[in-house]
């Protein structure tokens, strides 16, 4: 079985400062990383996925994150963030052996929050 | 546009009703998910399929059936509704071969 824990459920930042969304994971197996976006009264959008490879992935809107294996780690990453980038951040996992076929396990969220 | 579409968007249902949450997907994904979406706890996984003809309960299912009669469609029923079922629901489904994952866009829903 997989978990997620987001440590911060919000983080404030001042527009145009860098940020970090920080997400820990344990699991028994083999995982997938996910970070989803979650704007206000919309639904989930993905920023980004780590599958294999390399471990910094670039996702959308300038975001990145670094998977770190000996850590359980996924957090993600942006220089520089704007005003648009006020949502709620989803941290999720999968694994196993049936890639694509397993339930994703999500942290319980981050609300990013930019003051102008 | 390929996808999944739920319906209802919102609702508000007396307590007690019986309801039924649609999810359709155009993708022929074979797995297909229920989360249910509450403030300070995230997703949680109600059921899941990862076929046409399967069902499995996730993480809250008291209170919810699904069927899977074919490949495309996932309905989430709730037998008699109960305020604590008040949540966003997400209907989902992946893609074996790339291991993207598809959200609808949501029902909410009240009861009362």
């Known amino acids: 079985a997989q978990s997620v824990t987001q440590l911060d459920s919000q983080v404030p930042v001042f527009e145009e400062a860098p940020v970090e969304l920080r997400c820990n994971y344990s699991?028994?197996?083999?995982?997938?990383l996910f970070w989803y976006v979650q704007y206000p009264n919309q639904g989930l959008q993905l920023l980004l996925k780590y599958l294999s490879g390399s471990t910094l992935v670039k996702g959308i809107n300038g975001f990145e994150a670094e998977f770190n294996k000996s850590q359980t780690s996924f957090h993600l990453r942006k220089p520089s963030v704007h005003i648009s980038d006020t949502a709620e951040y989803f941290c999720a996992v999968t694994g196993g052996a049936n890639f694509g076929n397993e339930k994703l396990t999500f942290g319980t969220g981050t609300r990013l929050t930019i003051i102008p | 546009i390929a996808g999944i579409t739920q319906a209802p968007t919102s609702q508000i249902l007396a307590a007690g009703r019986r309801m039924t949450l649609r999810c359709t997907q155009d993708?022929?994904?074979?797995?297909m998910y229920w989360y249910r979406q509450d403030l300070g706890l995230g997703l949680r996984l109600i059921h899941y399929s990862n076929t046409a003809g399967t069902t499995g309960k996730g993480e809250v299912p008291d209170g919810y059936s699904v069927s899977r009669a074919n490949t495309d469609d996932f309905p989430l029923t709730l037998a008699s509704a109960v305020p604590s079922q008040t949540s966003v629901y997400f209907c989902a489904s992946s893609d074996s071969g790339t291991g993207s994952y598809t959200f609808g866009s949501g029902t909410r829903l009240t009861v009362v």
């Open positions: 993708m022929r994904h074979n797995a």
């Open positions: 699991s028994s197996v083999s995982v997938y």
